[in-house]
């Protein structure tokens, strides 16, 4: 098979500012409510260029959405660093309210009402909040990936935000050096008031439990206790300075005994008492700007990180607890304090190369983790509780699922989306080699190059965000965009004197008037895909209709929606009752009756996050953020079934969807994050044999227990009865026609090779030493009975010299048996090879299925162009971290 190996990909991911979890008490699916669901927080990655990532946690870390951040709407050049400024996001906040404020005990004033009134708050999915330097406190609609509510700070850059515990207030900490406050109680965003100012900027800021009081760090070195009654400062504490200049306080958190404890610029940690506001403690225990702060629930252990990147924790120690060490004695004789430490210093790992800016920790079982962000890129994962005795496990520094890449088959054209660019690449071709050649060559050879890849095609847009997905047909001919308002359209033709010259025209009629009904707000797409005949475009609007649309009359102007389908937007007994109410093609099935006003009321709404077209272009399949799935007929424009819920996807939702080729096309392939695998037959509507022998824990282990999430489906047209599985580590070979095999199988084919050819090596040398022995054996047996006919023997040893004694290879004596003629026996030394390779986890007379190839990574995609010629698109992170600032210089021995 000839592989096109692309690294000449330049997408760079932006820095990690900000990280949170959803409160523990936040149902386990943001946006939508799924009754009788287990509780798991939602963790938000913040990155500076305004993106909001959202990670399933309960699905072992599985990217499931993205919030597109602001965009450029002035300029395409990417070196303006002023624009870059004002998209930068600083902070991101979860709030679940689930107690009642003095205003609704008002209210309801009967237990039986408040009783109520809790459980409905309770049933709220969690909300999310973010803030940067463009001066806005956003709100998002978690299913629509758009604004929910948005006030202005009112000072200017907002460096800091907090949610009381209560979680119906926000502390917002500003340019202008004021602390203000926002209410959010009863699904609101409004403005309160502002505290007293002061002179120097607001870098961090946390509230005391009991929510009277609210503690802040600044740049001026000072610690500020501020009463929230009165919005006065109410006591300082300072830091020490850093020669004469103040220290600033970059991060600061409260424990649930009231606890304050900052980091500042010297790289100390300090804990305050909170009574006294005095120092309690304090730790030098990292060289440069301690960034950010975390703590466990029960407020027993802290982290710190920054600017030097190695992540420290510190563990509360009662006081007759065990005795310290004296590193932490010295700790303490630093800190003044003649009581026995309270805090030790546990340990510290390096998990990235740059500065760290954000850590969240969540120990609630059975997540237990620990994660880290920063200057480079990479989210890295940890478990919390026994850290830092466990390894790390980084994220991709591009998204995982939902790709950033489209590849054009047909075109040999490969498309890279960034914020709001698009770039085009020609890929190149190697010199054809015969049958016979390629038969020959080991996987990893070279082939020799005869077109060089080229950069043919890049757009810069002027877009509202950044753009949220992009498509490209099969024939290269067309691209489709969009950012968080609508989505464009642009035909893109060759030339036919130059091959690399592309011309590209906006369809100006692109997105056709009645894209969505008048009714809903927003034309912007989740997903975005054409048809494999290039004559049609689906779009996944961000209010989950699936929208058919005609693209062959561009000539006139015209682009006719065929139909559009609302499957997604209720659940199926409503739109089943409803659809009989459909009046035309336009009718969205399952819309809800309208209210007195006319206006029509939404049911619950998701957000499409996979989409696939089966090969003849007949069947569309699209799954949503719980894990629905619904199939389309492209034919005849009506929807054909729902995809059963295999095994537990409300706990392990859908990573990537597919269909077979050739003669199977019809039949789809859904994989989950817990990486099982479903074959389903659209036609028969039930899961194939293969799918209903195999598809429950019976694939091999190597699979099972990788930590990659399969990211795409993708089929070799000369291999019908294959599937291929890419993840950003492996590629996975499938073969649907045969049993996966030995679970205890190694799969890895690189390594499966290197063990192979090792074991052959051992058995070769053993085989050569027995030989050896065999030979002297058989010498000194004649000489000896040269020696018994001249009468004597001169050997002093015993005459027996084959004892097991003198035979030091134990795997060797089992195989020391020699035939009369004093030649060895072959089947006992190829048995020899069986056993080992079957110990080691390969079998000797078969290729494996399932058989994975890690010699390309990171994957961003991959695709087949052609029969047997596939694509793989990597994005590594030693070429990414060229673009990367300088990273802190620690001083070693010796230099």
Request: contains cysteine.
């Amino acid at each position: 098979m000839e592989v096109h190996r692309c690294r000449f990909g330049d997408y760079v991911p932006s820095a990690i500012n900000s990280l949170a979890f959803a409160p523990p008490s936040a149902a386990h699916n943001v946006g939508s409510i799924k009754p009788g669901g287990i509780k798991y927080p939602y963790l938000a990655v913040g990155r500076a260029n305004g993106d909001i990532e959202i990670w399933n946690t309960r699905a072992g870390f599985t990217l499931e959405k993205t919030i597109p951040g602001q965009g450029n709407n002035t300029t395409g050049n990417k070196n303006n660093s002023s624009s870059n400024k004002s998209q930068s996001l600083e902070v991101v906040v979860w709030t679940h309210q689930t107690k009642l404020t003095k205003d609704d005990l008002e209210i309801f004033d009967e237990p039986e009402e408040q009783e109520s009134a809790i459980n409905r708050l309770r049933q709220a999915p969690p909300r999310l909040f973010s803030a940067g330097l463009n001066a806005a406190i956003v709100e998002w609609d978690l299913a629509t990936l758009n604004p929910k509510h948005v006030v202005d700070s009112y000072g200017g850059s907002v460096w800091c935000m907090a949610a009381n515990n209560f979680q119906t207030m926000l502390a917002v900490g500003t340019e202008d050096g004021r602390v203000r406050l926002f209410d959010i109680a009863d699904d609101t965003l409004e403005y309160v008031r502002s505290f007293d100012p002061i002179k120097s900027r607001i870098l961090c800021i946390s509230w005391i439990p009991g929510d009277e009081v609210i503690v802040t760090g600044s740049a001026d070195g000072t610690i500020r206790k501020w009463d929230v009654e009165s919005g006065h400062c109410i006591s300082r504490m300072t830091v020490e300075r850093d020669g004469n200049e103040p220290s600033l306080i970059w991060s600061i958190l409260t424990l649930p005994d009231g606890t304050i404890v900052s980091g500042d610029s010297r790289g100390q940690v300090t804990f305050w008492d909170n009574k006294q506001d005095v120092v309690s403690q304090k730790f030098r225990s990292h060289e440069a700007d301690i960034l950010c702060l975390a703590a466990d629930e029960s407020g027993r252990i802290v982290y710190s990180s920054g600017v030097d990147p190695k992540i420290t924790v510190y563990h509360r120690k009662n006081s007759d607890g065990p005795r310290h060490s004296d590193a932490n004695k010295l700790h303490a004789n630093r800190s003044g304090s003649r009581r026995s430490p309270k805090w030790i210093v546990a340990g510290f790992r390096r998990y990235h190369t740059h500065d760290v800016r954000a850590l969240a920790v969540d120990t609630t079982r059975p997540v237990d983790v620990l994660v880290s962000g920063g200057v480079d890129t990479q989210l890295a994962t940890c478990p919390a509780t026994p850290f830092p005795e466990k390894p790390q496990r980084r994220m991709p520094c591009f998204p995982p699922m939902h790709s950033v890449v489209s590849i054009a088959s047909d075109a040999r054209l490969f498309m890279q989306r960034q914020n709001s660019s698009i770039k085009v690449w020609q890929l190149g071709s190697a010199q054809p080699a015969s049958g016979d050649t390629m038969a020959l060559l080991e996987t990893g050879h070279d082939m020799p190059v005869l077109k060089l890849p080229k950069n043919v095609l890049r757009l810069d847009l002027k877009t509202s965000s950044a753009l949220i997905s992009s498509a490209i047909s099969k024939n290269g001919s067309w691209i489709a965009a969009s950012d968080n308002v609508l989505v464009r359209l642009f035909k893109v033709t060759k030339d036919d004197t130059h091959e690399d010259l592309f011309t590209v025209k906006k369809m100006a009629a692109f997105p056709p008037k009645n894209l969505v009904p008048k009714h809903l707000k927003f034309q912007n797409a989740t997903r975005l895909a054409f048809t494999p005949d290039s004559k049609k475009l689906i779009v996944c609007t961000s209010e989950s209709l699936i929208v058919v649309v005609d693209i062959t009359k561009y000539e006139d102007d015209e682009f006719p929606v065929l139909k559009r389908f609302a499957h997604h937007r209720e659940t199926e007994e409503e739109w089943d009752e409803d659809k009989e109410n459909a009046e035309d093609s336009l009718t969205i099935i399952g819309s809800h009756p309208s209210n007195d006003s006319g206006i029509v009321i939404l049911k619950q709404v998701r957000t499409i996050n996979n989409i696939a077209i089966s090969s003849d272009g007949r069947y569309l399949l699209t799954t949503d953020s719980l894990s629905y799935g619904h199939v389309f007929d492209l034919e005849k424009l009506e929807y054909h079934a729902s995809l059963p819920q295999f095994g537990n996807t409300s706990t392990n939702p859908y990573t990537a969807i597919g269909f077979r080729c050739g003669q199977y096309s019809h039949q789809i392939v859904a994989c989950t994050s817990d990486r099982n695998i479903f074959v389903w037959d659209a036609e028969t509507k039930s899961l194939i044999d293969w799918s209903k022998k195999y598809s429950h824990d019976t694939f091999p282990k190597n699979f099972k227990n990788i930590g990659d999430k399969v990211s795409s489906i993708i089929t070799n047209p000369a291999e019908p009865e294959c599937i291929y599985l890419h993840a950003p580590m492996f590629i996975c070979r499938v073969d649907l026609s045969k049993p996966p095999g030995d679970p205890r199988t190694l799969l890895n084919v690189t390594k499966r090779k290197r063990i192979e050819q090792g074991i052959f090596n051992q058995v070769s040398a053993l085989r050569k030493a027995a030989k050896a022995r065999a030979q002297l054996k058989l010498s000194k047996q004649s000489h000896k009975t040269t020696t018994s006919n001249g009468g004597g023997d001169d050997d002093d040893d015993d005459d027996d010299d084959d004892d097991g004694k003198n035979n030091k290879g134990g795997d060797q004596q089992s195989f020391m048996d020699v035939s009369e003629d004093g030649m060895d026996d072959d089947q006992e030394w190829e048995e020899m090879v069986v056993n080992r390779l079957n110990e080691a986890g390969i079998v000797a007379d078969e290729i494996p299925n399932f058989g994975m190839l890690t010699r390309y990574q990171p994957i961003m995609a991959s695709n087949f162009l052609k029969d047997n010629e596939m694509v793989v698109i990597e994005r590594s992170w030693a070429d990414l971290a060229v673009s990367l600032p300088p990273a802190f210089y620690r001083h070693k021995y010796g230099t």
